[in-house]
């Protein structure tokens, strides 16, 4: 059973192939984004262009969120407006908002200082659809990767908008396993943070592309095993969650 990895790998994903190696699997590291001949491999990390290249060839399903789920979410999750639209609309926008794409890296997730700075119609498609939200400032920011319900693993990884690395209040795993998560895939990542005294979701992430931080890094690839493996191991549950 191999996990593969793409020509250039974060501290993350080293640190997830050594858990790989510690139980007993292979890791494969492609020199490109091509499937060489004969490969086999039932499981990846990696951003969403690499695995888009080399999951289907391979045979590898990839979980993630609805591209709406933020959306949908009720607002006292989020504590904040969240819309997903067309990225043409945002254009017009004259105040600043947060702006990403759902599941990709397509649209640099930044706060603007209005549509006017988002990436043109020469650049990007503009029925491209965005996440649009009010700007939010987080006093703490939590990664935690859950597993069937519950969190698996967590850590801090920011403070006031810089990175600080620390341990996770049992608020925020509380939080965390309190959302709706019928609504997502049996293994994904979700952030989550404290804003102006309350606890919201920042964001979903595949966590078959998400950073470990100081996450256990064994608990964490037992999420990124779930959340990317063989098309035909997706218990029913899970297939309305495939990329």
Avoid at 70 to 80: H, M
Avoid at 101 to 126: C, E, T, W
């Amino acid at each position: 059973m191999n996990l593969i990895l793409p020509p250039r790998i974060t501290d993350s994903a080293a640190r997830l192939r050594d858990a790989a190696r510690a139980r007993g699997l292979d890791t494969v590291q492609l020199d490109s984004f091509s499937v060489p001949g004969g490969l086999r491999a039932a499981h990846l990390h990696a951003g969403p262009g690499f695995a888009d290249a080399v999951a289907p060839p391979l045979g590898i399903g990839l979980l993630e969120a609805p591209a709406d789920w933020l959306a949908r979410l009720p607002r006292e999750f989020t504590g904040r407006e969240v819309r997903l639209v067309p990225l043409g609309e945002v254009y017009g926008l004259r105040r600043p908002v947060f702006v990403k794409s759902p599941n990709d890296k397509s649209i640099p997730a930044l706060v603007y200082a209005d549509g006017s700075r988002l990436p043109g119609p020469d650049a990007v498609d503009p029925e491209t659809e965005v996440l649009v939200s009010d700007v939010t400032r987080f006093t703490a920011e939590y990664r935690t990767y859950l597993l069937d319900g519950a969190v698996h693993t967590a850590s801090r990884y920011a403070e006031d908008g810089r990175l600080s690395l620390g341990p996770v209040p049992r608020e925020a795993v509380a939080f965390a396993e309190r959302l709706p998560l019928a609504s997502l895939p049996s293994a994904i990542v979700v952030d989550v943070g404290l804003s102006d005294g309350r606890w919201s979701v920042i964001e979903a992430n595949a966590a078959w592309a998400s950073g470990t931080y100081l996450c256990d890094p064994q608990r964490a690839l037992d999420v990124v095993l779930r959340a990317a493996a063989p098309l035909g191991s997706f218990a029913e549950r899970d297939r309305a969650f495939l990329r």
